[in-house]
């Protein structure tokens, strides 16, 4: 077991240093760096896209992937945007031991910026799973018709 964290330790050190090196990210604030490359978390019912209920496309903040269709999201009374399902292909899902618990954290596939968590087994939606999305890491753009 220790060998397992310790191994997902350094897999996820490296991984981290990666990505402070690539043009992705040169753009970003500081308050966008500490979520998208180094893993944050935004306080609950402070993102701008907790409420945003219009038509449209969630983006990566930092490679405009496109990620979550807005058909997708639903209020979880978590206070961070909720999807019940990414766009395939446009998420890389990883286990997360870092509060001690196993969780699974989402990330960019295109530019492997963090997102948040994934969460199964609630019972919100049919597809029983909750993509819990920091708003910073994303961006959206309205459907024009």
């Known amino acids: 077991m220790i060998r397992i964290f ?3 330790f350094i897999f996820q050190s490296s991984f981290s240093q990666d990505l ?3 043009d992705y990210f040169k753009n ?3 308050k966008e760096r500490k ?33 979550f269709k807005s ?5 979880s009374k978590c206070g961070w945007p909720s999807f019940e399902k990414e766009i395939e292909g446009s ?5 997360d031991y870092s509060l001690g618990m196993k969780r699974t954290e989402i990330v960019c596939s295109k530019c492997k ?6 969460f199964y087994g609630e019972r919100f939606t049919k597809e029983n799973t909750r ?10 753009i309205e459907d024009s018709d």
């Not at 058909?71 to 209020?75: A, E, I, L, S, V």
């Not at 910026?113 to 994934?118: A, D, E, S, T």
């Open 35 to 67: 979520i998208i490359v180094d893993k944050g978390t935004e306080r609950p019912y402070t993102g701008k896209y907790n409420n945003n209920y219009k038509k449209g496309t969630y983006v990566c903040k930092a490679c405009s992937n496109p990620l």
């Open 131 to 140: 993509h819990c999305v920091n708003s910073i890491s994303l961006n959206f």
């Open 28 to 30: 970003l604030t500081s």
């Open 113 to 118: 910026g963090h997102l948040g968590h994934v």
């Open 6 to 8: 310790l191994l997902l």
């Open 71 to 75: 058909n997708t999201k639903f209020d």
């Open 91 to 95: 998420v890389i899902k990883i286990p």
């Open 20 to 22: 402070q090196s690539k």
